[in-house]
């Protein structure tokens, strides 16, 4: 403080104790406010951040009152502007794929039983569970089997920021199993009569206890967007069985707040940017269109009546004759100008040469955001390899996460309450597996394979793999499962099978071989006029059948001639 304001300070407090007293103590907050953060990302005073809007609140706030306008903009982004609907089937096409296969990997030192028994009763899992999963008949609606269902879910995750999906029973003619997969939009978890509770106790749809603890889903039963001609009502579904605590719902969301109960659509944070870069690009597509058209401009010297020479479209082609405030253009274009105009500078600049560059450096934010490397949101991989690799791995970790998510939250319980229906119809043997849940979890364990990452250089990255099993840095099933999303215990015995079966295709070629160098072995005696007859009589039954070869060989060769 300089003394001009120490000073004036000492004046007041002569005069005005209090008032001095104030001024101190505002000044002493000032000096607060401007400490720490106060003089950066808090400042108030600052010109560069006096114009900063911002506001917060709960997750209700700022998240739940939103969802729906993120869910309508976040879809109407994947129907129509490509950059957008590029990302989410990155995203769909690198996590799901073609589905995520459990391999079953049973806890052999929990249960006590041989390695040997615990890989023929993985066998077995394996086999009733593709007797399950790969029919139609799991999906409520008997559209779709277990693994485009997991894409259906995780696609409606991507575009909606929710998916549930409820577990429902009920048996089908020829399908030994009765658990049913029913997958529900988010727009459909929904408050009754659309009014979240003021006690917080139902939000969005979803109901919590005193404690927090989610107890049960509200669902509409109509979508609240369609024009179903029928009554809006809705149907409470609790989150476990009371008797058997059993999952009756499943609720894929990502959370990003505490107390968070809805989830909020992948492409919320990039909607503006995607819709801004769609407008743009429509209209440079348009502007190109448009100066594509223009071929000619006619200067009059007098004001004639009449068309110009080659003007305008033809009344039957016209698309909006009606409106009179629309100019329709056609490839080849003649415009007439009035008396006294001229055209100056006819150079629309279309295509824009900056296009390509400007698109590109908005597209990076974007993945950045998204976590999805321009090269894989663009699918342009034109670097160097050691870049293209780099932004494959930083990719691949976010997809390794996903779908650990996706299996840990979707395909793992599903799995488990399937296995349980195997298991009480007796279709699988697993003692204790209702009695004691540390066997329960030794059985249910599973891994989830998904489709593997690709390979840019196969060469060294198989020698890489080599290397790191050698010394013991990974294993072979962890291997195979990275490199080509399969199972290294089936490939053995797969290459068994295939070894069994080469080794009797060489065994019958080999003999082959040995009975055409035995007949060739054999000498052939030359025929004589007149006991040609008896010759053939006199001939071993062997020696006619080498002979037969010899003359179907050399037919065989004139034929070739």
Same mark, same amino acid.
């Given at each position: 403080?300089?003394?001009?304001?120490?000073?004036?300070?000492?004046?007041?407090?002569?005069?005005?104790?209090?008032?001095?007293?104030?001024?101190?103590?505002?000044?002493?907050?000032?000096?607060?406010?401007?400490?720490?953060?106060?003089?950066? !990302?808090?400042?108030?005073?600052?010109?560069?951040?006096?114009?900063?809007?911002?506001?917060? *609140?709960?997750?209700?706030?700022?998240?739940?009152?939103?969802?729906?306008?993120?869910?309508?903009?976040?879809?109407?982004?994947?129907?129509?502007?490509?950059?957008?609907?590029? @990302?989410?089937?990155?995203?769909?096409?690198?996590?799901?794929? #073609?589905?995520?296969?459990?391999?079953?990997?049973?806890?052999?030192?929990?249960?006590?039983?041989?390695?040997?028994?615990?890989?023929?009763?993985?066998?077995?899992?394996?086999?009733?569970?593709?007797?399950?999963?790969?029919?139609?008949?799991?999906?409520?609606?008997?559209?779709?089997?277990?693994?485009?269902?997991?894409?259906?879910?995780?696609?409606?995750?991507?575009?909606?920021?929710?998916?549930?999906?409820?577990?429902?029973?009920? +048996?089908?003619?020829?399908?030994?199993?009765?658990? #049913?997969?029913?997958?529900?939009?988010?727009?459909?978890?929904?408050? +009754?009569?659309?009014?979240?509770? &003021?006690?917080?106790?139902?939000?969005?749809?979803?109901?919590?206890?005193?404690?927090?603890?989610?107890?049960?889903?509200?669902?509409?039963?109509?979508?609240?967007?369609?024009?179903?001609?029928?009554?809006?009502? =809705? /149907?409470?579904?609790?989150?476990?069985?009371?008797?058997?605590?059993?999952?009756?719902?499943?609720?894929?969301?990502?959370?990003?707040?505490?107390?968070?109960?809805?989830?909020?659509? &992948?492409?919320?944070?990039?909607?503006?940017?995607?819709?801004?870069?769609?407008?743009?690009?429509?209209?440079?597509?348009?502007?190109?269109?448009?100066?594509?058209?223009?071929?000619?401009?006619?200067?009059?010297?007098?004001?004639?009546?009449?068309?110009?020479?080659?003007?305008?479209?033809?009344?039957?082609?016209?698309?909006?004759?009606?409106?009179?405030?629309?100019?329709?253009?056609?490839?080849?274009?003649?415009?007439?100008?009035?008396?006294?105009?001229?055209?100056?500078?006819?150079?629309?600049?279309?295509?824009?040469?900056?296009?390509?560059?400007?698109?590109?450096?908005?597209?990076?934010?974007?993945?950045?955001?998204?976590?999805?490397?321009?090269?894989?949101?663009?699918?342009?991989?034109?670097?160097?390899?050691?870049?293209?690799?780099?932004?494959?791995?930083?990719? =691949?970790?976010?997809?390794?996460?996903?779908?650990?998510?996706?299996?840990?939250?979707?395909?793992?319980?599903?799995?488990?309450? =399937?296995?349980?229906?195997?298991? %009480? $119809? !007796?279709?699988?043997?697993?003692?204790? &597996? &209702?009695?004691?849940?540390?066997?329960?979890?030794?059985?249910?364990?599973?891994? =989830?394979?998904? +489709?593997?990452?690709?390979?840019?250089?196969?060469?060294?990255?198989?020698? %890489?793999?080599?290397?790191?099993?050698?010394?013991?840095?990974?294993?072979?099933?962890?291997?195979?499962?990275?490199? @080509?999303?399969?199972?290294?215990?089936?490939?053995?015995?797969?290459?068994?099978?295939?070894?069994?079966?080469?080794?009797?295709?060489?065994?019958?070629?080999?003999?082959?071989?040995?009975?055409?160098?035995? /007949?060739? @072995?054999?000498?052939?005696?030359?025929?004589?006029?007149? $006991?040609?007859?008896?010759?053939?009589?006199?001939?071993?039954?062997?020696?006619?059948?080498?002979?037969?070869?010899?003359?179907?060989?050399?037919?065989? *060769? *004139?034929?070739?001639?």
């Amino acid at each position: 403080m300089n003394g001009i304001a120490r000073a004036i300070d000492g004046i007041i407090a002569t005069v005005a104790p209090q008032f001095a007293l104030k001024r101190a103590g505002a000044r002493h907050k000032m000096q607060i406010l401007n400490s720490g953060y106060g003089n950066y !990302g808090a400042n108030v005073t600052k010109k560069s951040l006096l114009g900063w809007n911002y506001a917060g *609140g709960s997750w209700r706030e700022d998240i739940n009152e939103n969802l729906p306008t993120l869910r309508q903009r976040s879809r109407d982004i994947y129907m129509g502007v490509p950059i957008g609907r590029a @990302a989410v089937n990155t995203m769909r096409t690198n996590v799901v794929g #073609r589905g995520l296969m459990p391999k079953p990997t049973i806890d052999a030192d929990v249960l006590k039983i041989s390695p040997e028994k615990a890989k023929e009763l993985e066998r077995k899992i394996s086999k009733e569970w593709e007797l399950w999963a790969e029919s139609a008949d799991c999906d409520m609606a008997r559209l779709d089997n277990f693994y485009e269902l997991q894409q259906l879910a995780f696609l409606n995750w991507l575009a909606s920021g929710d998916t549930l999906a409820l577990l429902p029973v009920k +048996p089908r003619k020829n399908q030994p199993y009765d658990l #049913r997969v029913q997958l529900i939009e988010a727009d459909r978890l929904s408050s +009754p009569n659309n009014f979240d509770t &003021f006690d917080n106790q139902i939000v969005g749809g979803v109901e919590v206890d005193k404690d927090g603890e989610v107890v049960a889903y509200h669902f509409s039963k109509h979508h609240p967007l369609s024009y179903a001609n029928e009554r809006m009502e =809705w /149907q409470r579904v609790e989150a476990y069985g009371k008797r058997t605590g059993r999952r009756n719902v499943l609720h894929l969301m990502c959370r990003e707040r505490i107390d968070q109960r809805r989830g909020v659509p &992948f492409l919320a944070p990039v909607i503006e940017a995607l819709k801004q870069l769609g407008r743009y690009t429509d209209a440079e597509l348009v502007a190109a269109v448009v100066s594509g058209m223009f071929t000619v401009f006619i200067e009059k010297t007098e004001d004639k009546d009449g068309e110009p020479i080659g003007s305008g479209v033809p009344e039957d082609e016209l698309i909006d004759e009606e409106d009179e405030t629309t100019l329709e253009l056609a490839p080849g274009a003649v415009l007439d100008l009035g008396e006294g105009e001229k055209a100056h500078d006819i150079n629309p600049g279309r295509p824009n040469a900056n296009f390509s560059g400007f698109v590109e450096a908005i597209c990076q934010q974007i993945g950045a955001a998204l976590e999805i490397p321009y090269e894989l949101l663009m699918k342009h991989f034109t670097a160097s390899y050691s870049a293209s690799r780099g932004a494959l791995e930083e990719a =691949w970790k976010m997809f390794k996460m996903y779908r650990t998510w996706l299996a840990n939250d979707f395909c793992q319980p599903i799995y488990e309450e =399937w296995l349980a229906e195997a298991v %009480a $119809k !007796g279709r699988i043997k697993a003692p204790g &597996f &209702f009695a004691d849940p540390l066997r329960h979890k030794a059985y249910c364990k599973a891994a =989830w394979n998904g +489709p593997a990452r690709g390979l840019l250089n196969p060469v060294q990255e198989v020698n %890489a793999a080599v290397l790191k099993v050698e010394n013991g840095f990974s294993t072979r099933s962890t291997e195979t499962m990275e490199m @080509a999303g399969g199972d290294f215990y089936s490939n053995c015995e797969q290459l068994k099978n295939e070894e069994k079966a080469l080794k009797e295709v060489k065994k019958i070629a080999d003999s082959t071989e040995k009975e055409k160098k035995q /007949q060739e @072995a054999i000498p052939v005696q030359p025929a004589q006029p007149g $006991k040609q007859e008896q010759q053939e009589q006199d001939v071993p039954e062997q020696h006619g059948a080498g002979k037969q070869q010899e003359d179907g060989e050399q037919t065989a *060769g *004139g034929a070739e001639k």
